[in-house]
Protein backbone atom coordinates (compact mmCIF):
# COMPACT_ATOMS: atom_id res chain seq x y z
CA UNK A 1 0.00 0.00 0.00
CA UNK A 2 1.24 3.56 -0.85
CA UNK A 3 -0.33 6.96 0.29
CA UNK A 4 2.37 9.48 -1.50
CA UNK A 5 2.04 13.16 -2.74
CA UNK A 6 5.25 13.03 -4.71
CA UNK A 7 7.36 10.66 -6.51
CA UNK A 8 8.76 7.82 -5.21
CA UNK A 9 12.43 8.02 -3.98
CA UNK A 10 13.77 4.56 -2.66
CA UNK A 11 17.69 5.68 -1.94
CA UNK A 12 20.39 3.01 -2.48
CA UNK A 13 22.04 3.52 0.33
CA UNK A 14 24.39 4.10 1.10
CA UNK A 15 26.48 5.23 -2.09
CA UNK A 16 22.97 6.93 -3.39
CA UNK A 17 22.56 9.05 -0.49
CA UNK A 18 25.98 10.69 -1.25
CA UNK A 19 24.19 12.13 -4.18
CA UNK A 20 21.41 14.37 -1.82
CA UNK A 21 24.41 15.31 0.35
CA UNK A 22 28.10 15.92 -1.35
CA UNK A 23 28.24 19.29 -2.47
CA UNK A 24 31.54 18.12 -4.84
CA UNK A 25 28.88 15.79 -5.97
CA UNK A 26 25.74 17.64 -7.88
CA UNK A 27 24.94 15.66 -11.14
CA UNK A 28 21.20 15.62 -10.01
CA UNK A 29 20.89 19.00 -8.48
CA UNK A 30 18.53 21.61 -9.96
CA UNK A 31 19.73 25.63 -9.98
CA UNK A 32 18.05 27.41 -7.89
CA UNK A 33 16.40 30.36 -9.76
CA UNK A 34 16.54 32.78 -7.26
CA UNK A 35 20.44 32.10 -6.64
CA UNK A 36 21.26 30.33 -10.03
CA UNK A 37 23.43 27.46 -8.31
CA UNK A 38 23.17 24.14 -7.39
CA UNK A 39 20.95 22.62 -4.63
CA UNK A 40 19.61 19.52 -3.03
CA UNK A 41 16.04 19.37 -3.19
CA UNK A 42 13.47 16.80 -3.96
CA UNK A 43 13.76 17.63 -7.50
CA UNK A 44 16.82 14.67 -7.40
CA UNK A 45 14.12 11.85 -7.02
CA UNK A 46 12.96 13.00 -10.53
CA UNK A 47 15.98 13.41 -11.86
CA UNK A 48 18.02 10.06 -11.02
CA UNK A 49 14.88 8.06 -11.27
CA UNK A 50 12.90 9.05 -14.52
CA UNK A 51 13.13 9.60 -17.73
CA UNK A 52 10.37 11.94 -19.59
CA UNK A 53 9.92 12.56 -23.39
CA UNK A 54 8.59 15.68 -25.07
CA UNK A 55 8.95 15.49 -29.17
CA UNK A 56 7.09 18.17 -30.01
CA UNK A 57 7.88 20.74 -26.90
CA UNK A 58 4.24 21.32 -26.18
CA UNK A 59 4.79 20.56 -22.47
CA UNK A 60 3.17 17.35 -22.74
CA UNK A 61 5.17 14.48 -22.09
CA UNK A 62 4.48 11.36 -24.67
CA UNK A 63 6.08 9.05 -21.82
CA UNK A 64 7.51 8.87 -18.34
CA UNK A 65 9.73 6.16 -16.94
CA UNK A 66 11.32 5.01 -14.25
CA UNK A 67 15.55 4.65 -15.60
CA UNK A 68 18.21 3.66 -12.91
CA UNK A 69 20.87 5.77 -12.22
CA UNK A 70 22.17 3.56 -8.87
CA UNK A 71 20.67 6.52 -7.07
CA UNK A 72 17.41 4.80 -6.26
CA UNK A 73 17.18 0.98 -5.95
CA UNK A 74 16.16 -0.32 -9.19
CA UNK A 75 12.39 -1.38 -9.80
CA UNK A 76 13.87 -5.13 -9.64
CA UNK A 77 14.73 -5.24 -6.27
CA UNK A 78 11.14 -4.84 -5.45
CA UNK A 79 9.51 -6.86 -8.75
CA UNK A 80 11.18 -9.77 -8.46
CA UNK A 81 10.31 -9.87 -4.73
CA UNK A 82 6.58 -9.55 -5.42
CA UNK A 83 7.19 -12.16 -8.53
CA UNK A 84 8.52 -14.32 -6.40
CA UNK A 85 5.34 -14.26 -4.16
CA UNK A 86 3.37 -14.90 -7.04
CA UNK A 87 5.07 -17.67 -8.20
CA UNK A 88 4.62 -19.30 -5.01
CA UNK A 89 0.72 -19.80 -5.66
CA UNK A 90 0.28 -16.34 -3.61
CA UNK A 91 -2.38 -13.21 -4.55
CA UNK A 92 -0.13 -10.17 -4.49
CA UNK A 93 -2.24 -6.79 -4.69
CA UNK A 94 -1.39 -3.23 -4.90
CA UNK A 95 -3.31 -0.53 -3.31
CA UNK A 96 -2.34 3.11 -4.23
CA UNK A 97 -3.47 6.67 -2.93
CA UNK A 98 -1.39 8.56 -5.29
CA UNK A 99 -1.01 11.79 -7.36
CA UNK A 100 -3.66 10.88 -10.39
CA UNK A 101 -6.86 12.40 -11.39
CA UNK A 102 -10.37 11.75 -9.31
CA UNK A 103 -11.49 8.53 -10.38
CA UNK A 104 -15.46 9.09 -11.68
CA UNK A 105 -16.10 5.38 -12.57
CA UNK A 106 -15.56 2.08 -11.62
CA UNK A 107 -15.87 -1.43 -13.27
CA UNK A 108 -19.74 -2.88 -11.05
CA UNK A 109 -18.16 -6.25 -11.26
CA UNK A 110 -15.06 -7.46 -9.34
CA UNK A 111 -12.22 -6.51 -9.29
CA UNK A 112 -14.27 -3.18 -9.42
CA UNK A 113 -10.87 -1.12 -10.44
CA UNK A 114 -11.20 2.19 -11.88
CA UNK A 115 -12.38 2.36 -15.66
CA UNK A 116 -12.37 6.31 -15.81
CA UNK A 117 -10.20 8.91 -14.36
CA UNK A 118 -6.87 7.82 -12.15
CA UNK A 119 -4.46 5.41 -13.79
CA UNK A 120 -6.74 5.86 -16.91
CA UNK A 121 -6.50 9.37 -17.64
CA UNK A 122 -3.33 10.19 -16.48
CA UNK A 123 -1.21 12.40 -18.41
CA UNK A 124 2.30 13.49 -17.86
CA UNK A 125 3.20 16.99 -17.80
CA UNK A 126 5.23 20.09 -16.97
CA UNK A 127 4.01 23.02 -14.85
CA UNK A 128 2.25 25.41 -15.72
CA UNK A 129 3.57 28.69 -15.08
CA UNK A 130 0.17 30.52 -14.31
CA UNK A 131 -2.07 30.66 -10.88
CA UNK A 132 -4.80 28.26 -9.92
CA UNK A 133 -6.95 27.44 -11.31
CA UNK A 134 -5.38 28.22 -15.26
CA UNK A 135 -1.54 27.06 -13.88
CA UNK A 136 -0.20 24.80 -10.76
CA UNK A 137 0.89 27.93 -8.70
CA UNK A 138 -1.01 28.54 -5.75
CA UNK A 139 -2.14 32.49 -6.08
CA UNK A 140 -1.04 33.19 -2.90
CA UNK A 141 2.62 31.67 -3.18
CA UNK A 142 1.95 33.00 -7.02
CA UNK A 143 1.59 37.03 -5.51
CA UNK A 144 4.95 36.49 -3.42
CA UNK A 145 6.88 35.26 -6.45
CA UNK A 146 6.89 32.02 -7.03
CA UNK A 147 7.02 30.91 -10.49
CA UNK A 148 6.83 27.43 -12.75
CA UNK A 149 10.48 27.60 -12.50
CA UNK A 150 11.13 27.19 -8.67
CA UNK A 151 8.50 24.62 -8.35
CA UNK A 152 10.97 22.56 -11.05
CA UNK A 153 13.76 23.42 -8.69
CA UNK A 154 12.22 22.11 -5.78
CA UNK A 155 10.25 19.32 -7.59
CA UNK A 156 11.46 18.01 -10.41
CA UNK A 157 10.03 18.87 -14.19
CA UNK A 158 6.67 16.80 -13.64
CA UNK A 159 3.63 18.96 -12.94
CA UNK A 160 0.88 17.67 -10.37
CA UNK A 161 -1.28 14.86 -11.68
CA UNK A 162 -4.00 15.97 -9.36
CA UNK A 163 -5.55 18.84 -7.27
CA UNK A 164 -7.48 19.20 -4.52
CA UNK A 165 -9.48 22.22 -3.47
CA UNK A 166 -11.78 23.32 -1.03
CA UNK A 167 -15.31 24.25 -1.28
CA UNK A 168 -14.60 27.90 -2.18
CA UNK A 169 -12.44 26.04 -5.42
CA UNK A 170 -9.38 27.40 -3.26
CA UNK A 171 -6.09 25.40 -3.99
CA UNK A 172 -5.08 23.33 -0.99
CA UNK A 173 -3.05 20.21 -2.19
CA UNK A 174 -1.18 19.02 -5.57
CA UNK A 175 0.59 15.61 -5.84
CA UNK A 176 3.15 14.34 -8.13
CA UNK A 177 1.83 11.98 -10.63
CA UNK A 178 3.21 8.30 -9.80
CA UNK A 179 5.88 6.72 -12.25
CA UNK A 180 8.06 4.55 -10.67
CA UNK A 181 4.89 3.19 -8.18
CA UNK A 182 2.48 3.02 -11.69
CA UNK A 183 5.44 0.44 -13.61
CA UNK A 184 5.70 -1.63 -10.44
CA UNK A 185 1.83 -1.97 -9.69
CA UNK A 186 0.92 -2.56 -13.21
CA UNK A 187 3.40 -4.77 -14.05
CA UNK A 188 1.47 -7.09 -10.98
CA UNK A 189 -2.03 -7.33 -13.48
CA UNK A 190 -1.29 -10.27 -15.34
CA UNK A 191 -3.79 -11.64 -18.42
CA UNK A 192 -5.45 -15.34 -17.46
CA UNK A 193 -5.88 -18.50 -19.30
CA UNK A 194 -8.73 -17.58 -20.99
CA UNK A 195 -7.79 -14.18 -21.99
CA UNK A 196 -9.65 -12.17 -19.08
CA UNK A 197 -7.71 -8.92 -17.49
CA UNK A 198 -6.57 -9.90 -14.30
CA UNK A 199 -6.11 -6.62 -11.92
CA UNK A 200 -3.73 -6.57 -9.13
CA UNK A 201 -2.80 -2.23 -8.99
CA UNK A 202 -6.16 -0.45 -7.49
CA UNK A 203 -5.43 3.11 -7.37
CA UNK A 204 -7.50 5.98 -6.48
CA UNK A 205 -6.57 9.77 -6.28
CA UNK A 206 -5.33 10.78 -3.03
CA UNK A 207 -6.85 14.14 -3.95
CA UNK A 208 -10.18 12.67 -3.89
CA UNK A 209 -12.68 12.59 -0.71
CA UNK A 210 -11.99 8.87 -0.03
CA UNK A 211 -9.65 5.79 -0.99
CA UNK A 212 -12.65 3.67 0.20
CA UNK A 213 -12.75 2.18 -3.49
CA UNK A 214 -9.43 1.16 -3.57
CA UNK A 215 -10.02 -1.42 -0.58
CA UNK A 216 -13.28 -2.41 -2.31
CA UNK A 217 -11.12 -3.24 -5.17
CA UNK A 218 -8.43 -4.84 -3.05
CA UNK A 219 -11.03 -7.02 -1.67
CA UNK A 220 -12.12 -7.88 -5.59
CA UNK A 221 -8.75 -9.07 -6.32
CA UNK A 222 -8.47 -11.05 -3.40
CA UNK A 223 -10.11 -14.77 -3.62
Not at 110 to 123: K, S, T
Amino acid sequence: MFLTDELDCSVAGPEGYSYFTDIDNPLYWNVDPDFEEPRATSAICFNAGVTCQDADGDGVFESCDSMDTGVLHPLDRYRERLLDLVGQGKTVVMMGGLGVPRVVAHNPNPVYEPIAGGLVDLQYRSWIDAPHPVGDIDPQDWDLGTRAEHKIFELGALGPGCARVDGQGDLVGQALPPVRIRELCQGLDTIDDDGNARTRCCVESICGDELSPALRCLSGAVP
